[in-house]
């Protein structure tokens, strides 16, 4: 690979991670879904699960909330033509709708992505996804409800 195209790579993938977070944000399943390998695995909270299960249970959980997902400082490494892996630094807010007068609960959290990614029809994909938290505290109104 030249050097030329180990930079494009990183940069495509520098992309991939930030329609991610917007597409959490904006609440873009189907986009989100199609982000990952057709036998993608994410570990999520210790659980591993496939794209499909992870989308659920993203699309479950968040709701009606208001989130805010930002990534920073990837480390990306292009192992071949078509694979890679990236660290990347996170920060999230995750507000839950509360009853007027009363403090938003949430979450305020930290820590980093570790991925892997695969090159598919020309397409830089999550194949492996797996965030370890640093940090996680509650807003003013406390942790969300489980």
């Known amino acids: ?51 499909d299960e992870f989308v659920s249970l993203a699309r479950e959980w968040l709701g009606e909330s208001t989130s805010v997902h930002s990534v920073c400082m990837p480390e990306i490494e292009i192992a071949d033509p078509g694979t890679a892996s990236g ?24 820590g980093h992505y570790q991925e892997e990614y695969r090159k598919v029809d020309n397409r830089w994909l999550i194949h492996r996804m797996a965030l370890h938290r640093l940090r996680l505290d509650p807003l003013e109104g406390g942790f969300p409800d489980a």
């Open 1 to 51: 690979m030249n050097a030329y195209q180990t930079l494009s790579d990183i940069e495509e993938i520098k992309k991939l991670k930030a329609r991610y977070c917007r597409f959490v944000d904006t609440r873009n399943w189907l986009g989100l879904r199609g982000l990952f390998t057709d036998d993608a695995r994410s570990t999520l909270g210790g659980e591993d699960q496939s794209a």
């Open 87 to 110: 660290v990347w630094g996170m920060e999230d807010i995750v507000t839950f709708p509360s009853n007027p007068g009363e403090a938003p609960k949430g979450i305020h959290g930290w």
